[in-house]
């Protein structure tokens, strides 16, 4: 069993939950279950969840949060509800302007953060070194890195490139005195290719290009299958080789890494994928013990204020001629 | 052979050109080279293309369909050079505001197009649109289709997605009367699933999702290529599926659909990928060829006029309450 300390509050129906809990046995004494009324539904709108609000599963998981009865708050939900309740309740933290949501994105040399994928639309150039703060400390956290390398997402590597929100980021994460190794800005590729531990990017531009990375890699699988389905010898060859295409199906397995996380809040709240199984929720699971016991939001806190300490410098840098 | 009634006006180094020129007898009385004494780096700097501007290959080679001596310009150079000049020399068209380089796409279902993908760093509503209607101009003239269907990328489907510009764009395209069937809003993962024949979005994100597909495509296809060399069972796999994946290959092959596509200028200049080779230079010599076939420009011209007709009232339907 993993995580043999780790006790879980469990919001919902409990018509429902009661008789599936009694069916594990091991899971006897660890979790609580706590009466929710009400469920946020995927297709809600904006006005109907803040009817339903206070009485949801949702509302009551991010409330044990910021109650302090849980450190963590857990859902597979309307991440737009989500994050709106989370917002409300948990509030951004005093030196952050706007939380994002991290994701893990599997690359040629293992795993790297990239954020914001979808907590905003935009982000100016204050905002990207918030994401930068975030996300150094994510990657300190959930991938054990002492000195995460870091990325700025853009159309060239060149400095003149891009718009004023990513060169003025870039400015300052220069002089910042992070616990980070910057490398500047990173394109689209690199993201995949592994060229650093930790990508940063606007919420809309980090959010197409997550869904757009999915889309590129079931292609590819797609014409695969197609390719080895369509001749006799294309069908003996996948006999052969279906353990390295197993293999391969788990490499790319997006259960394994499932799990996006808001930060910026005073608290923790991580998002699973709709769609996952057991095992992709029990990877979200995974990470969201990892960023408690990693204390995440210390860590972005400290780095934060010693960051706002140089800040005089870096204006002074950033507004002179 | 491919296109036996189209000439070359070859632009460049005359002792390097006309000994390689000699060797093809097929290309004979086809091909006229025009000695030009300087050429564009890919590591220029911006002031050192103006400096040697007029003289370079490059310059010259727009120049000629400048000066009508040519219908289409292609050049595998580094592609802010041949931005600028083509700027400089053809001019945007009177009814466009900002060019854009449109690409084609590999997806689920065929090849769609997807635009801009780095002529620009930002693009508001009207420009937006403006790459609409290039961007279906563009379908019928290389995808041969007569109604495209056309989507603005954006971070989720509903109406209420998104920043003000795509959100303006879609209000304005619904009632365009365009000779497309506009489908909304599309997210990443529509490219490469073929959802739409035409993806409209600005130059950033359009230039960060091309390049991170490309990513995404590299990185499966490295784990595929690890699984079946890391097993004996896995290699005899991929012996007998060696025809299947030799079809992957040649599906995923970045030289069948290589060409970036400058529009919106008074005249096309085709941009083909630097690292490409012969067989990828004949696709984008392929693309340029029908650019000119199907007439693009004046479909562009006709297009815009039909929307600017319409514009008071769809001003009226943007603005009012």
Redesign the interface.
Known sequence: MRHPSVKFLLHGDEAELNPLLAKRKKLAGRVEVRHAPERVRMEDKPSQIVRRGRNTSMWRAIESVSKKEADVALSAGNTGALMAMALLQLRPLDSIDRPAIAALW???RGQSVVLDV?AN??ADAEQLVDFAVMGQAFARAVLGLEKPTLGI?N?GEEDVK??ESVRGAAQILRTAGLPIEFQGFV???????GTVDVVV?D???G??????????????????RG??T??L??K??????????A??RR??DPRASNGGVFLGLNGIVVKSHGGTDALGFASAVDMAIDMVKADVISKIVADRANLALRAPAVASGVGGS
């Open positions: 599997p690359t040629m979808g639309i935009s997402l159309v891009g718009n394109e689209g590729d690199d993201i995949s290719g990017t919420g809309f531009t959010n197409v290009a997550l869904k757009t990375a999915e889309g590129a890699a079931k292609l590819v699988i797609g014409y695969l390719a080895l369509r001749s010898l294309g003996i060859g996948a006999v052969f080789a279906s353990g390295a295409l293999a391969l490499k790319l």
